[in-house]
């Protein structure tokens, strides 16, 4: 009995591994048989061996403190403003023309659609705004944005400008603080409340504990193998998910009820006949993609703007005087933020130098031309923004941080921190009025600097974030005018 089970286990294996090697050989062939295809012109650029292709330098990269956008940077200056490369199995274009820009992110052409790699797929899940179908997203968009109306967005901007004022009490205490640990706590608080109405602070300790693992596995090698980056991510995902699904049974039961974006997505809309209410499912997902996107950028953004006006004295001049005539005690409401205009343009020029989402993926669907190269069909192409951003074609000097610049409207598809068109950030006002929030009160409260300059990068972050965190040594305003 024990030998015939052995004798089938043994050839079971075996089956599979021939199996295997046949699926292995295929793959290989058909990928050695498209390299091979005659191609009118194609992008340069190298795909490095077949299977592998150039993703040991794409992970390398993302664990250097020159952060991922080196693999990218590096190229461009090798083989110009269109080059292909070859990551995770997939072929990659990156493309820095505003006129690809044009046409790939305006929505007029149904050629291109969004596509992220499989960890991002998996860890936010399917019915992602990020990952679903062209149907799902247009539903699920639909729905989303209906909820980012004025008066949702004031009221999570006072809650934000609380939470910025009560932080930065405590600064006055201790003379310093590391930004970006503070604005990540604060734009995740913010973005929680508005979201699900959690605001117990040992729910919130683990819930962001879970989104920074998830986080960190987004581009990790998509292995979930116990003790991996990317097992990791899931398992942290999966316990989020029993958050959310808990907090959905109490509103269904009618146990609980609070006025935020979750409780409008389970009120079925009489009124919106066009679209079905969101499935579970679906609400879960973007709920999460809505926490991932809205807070590591934001919180970034933030430092990132912070270190530009340290290095910049005279713009950090400029922008107090122009302060010095707001006046807002407990209150900062959106018509004051709309009065700020030089800070406005601060937080514009932060986010062109600083371009957090350094490029936006789109798949070809079909056989194209771009900026006269020829493009397969299933090739991924990506818009690169950051160069896009320090082209001196499209902006006068760019490595200087400059304000002012956008005195004059930017040309089209010039700035794309935000991305463009039908797939462009739904958070975007909120997240530029979140950081003239902290703008604000920053520069009325204290005068500042930065005490360690240090520009590296932290290793396997999906957006740039510095190695530091922004440490800033703070004295009040009040202090100083008391001790003059
Ligand atoms: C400074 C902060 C932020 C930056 C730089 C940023 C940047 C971006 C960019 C560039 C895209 C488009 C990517 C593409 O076209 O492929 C995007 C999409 C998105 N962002 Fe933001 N974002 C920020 C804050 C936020 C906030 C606060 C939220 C919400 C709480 C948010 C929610 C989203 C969502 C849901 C999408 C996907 C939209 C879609 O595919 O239809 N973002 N963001």
């Excluded at 998830?214 to 292995?223: D, F, G, Q, T």
Aim: charged share 25%; glycine share 4%.
């Amino acid at each position: 009995m024990d030998l015939s089970f052995s004798y089938c286990f043994f050839l079971f294996l075996h089956l599979l591994s021939v199996l295997l090697i046949v699926f292995m050989a295929i793959e290989f062939l058909k990928i050695l048989v498209s390299r091979s295809t005659e191609m009118v012109n194609p992008p340069p650029g190298s795909l490095g061996p077949p299977f592998i292709g150039e993703t040991p330098a794409f992970i390398s990269a993302n664990s250097n403190s020159k952060g991922l956008y080196e693999f990218v940077k590096t190229r461009h200056l090798k083989y110009g403003s269109c080059f292909k490369t070859s990551i995770f199995g997939s072929t990659h274009v990156f493309i820095s023309s505003t006129e690809a820009a044009k046409l790939m992110l305006s929505g007029e052409s149904l050629d291109f659609s969004k596509r992220y790699i499989r960890s991002i797929a998996e860890l936010l899940g399917d019915q992602s705004l990020l990952c679903a179908s062209k149907e799902t997203h247009k539903l699920v968009r639909h729905r989303i944005s209906n909820l980012f109306t004025s008066d949702s967005f004031s009221s999570s901007i006072n809650f934000f400008d609380e939470l910025t004022l009560k932080t930065m009490a405590q600064w006055e205490q201790r003379k310093s603080a590391l930004v970006l640990d503070d604005a990540m706590k604060i734009t995740f608080n913010a973005i929680c409340k508005m979201l699900i109405s959690l605001s117990e602070e040992n729910e919130l300790q683990i819930l962001q504990k879970d989104v920074l693992q998830v986080n960190e596995a987004m581009l990790a090698i998509p292995l979930n193998l116990p003790g991996t980056r990317f097992y990791k991510g899931l398992k942290a995902r999966k316990r989020i998910m029993n958050t959310l699904k808990r907090i959905i049974e109490l509103r269904r039961k009618g146990l609980e009820f609070h006025d935020d974006f979750l409780q409008s997505l389970l009120r079925r809309d009489d009124d919106d006949n066009d679209y079905e209410p969101l499935a579970d499912k679906q609400i879960l997902d973007n709920i999460l993609t809505l926490i991932i996107a809205g807070q590591d950028t934001t919180a970034n953004a933030i430092a990132w703007m912070v270190k530009y006006l340290d290095e910049n004295q005279e713009v950090q001049d400029t922008l107090r005087l122009n302060l010095s005539s707001e006046n807002h005690g407990h209150s900062l409401g959106v018509e004051a933020l709309n009065r700020m205009s030089y800070a406005s343009k601060v937080v514009k020029e932060s986010l062109r130098m600083m371009t957090i989402v350094s490029w936006f993926p789109r798949v070809a669907m079909k056989e194209c031309q771009i900026d006269g190269f020829q493009i397969k069909k299933g090739w991924i192409l990506n818009v690169d923004a950051r160069a896009i951003h320090y082209d001196p074609k499209v902006y006068e000097d760019p490595t200087k941080f400059n304000p002012s610049r956008f005195e004059e409207d930017a040309k089209p598809y010039s700035f794309l921190a935000f991305g463009v068109g039908g797939r462009s950030c739904l958070g975007m006002n909120l997240a530029k009025a979140m950081m003239l929030v902290f703008l604000y009160r920053l520069m009325t409260k204290f005068r500042w600097r930065v005490t360690d300059k240090d520009s590296s990068l932290e290793k396997w972050g999906i957006f740039p974030r510095l190695r530091t965190g922004c440490p800033v040594h703070v004295t009040p305003i009040n202090t100083e005018c008391e001790s003059l």
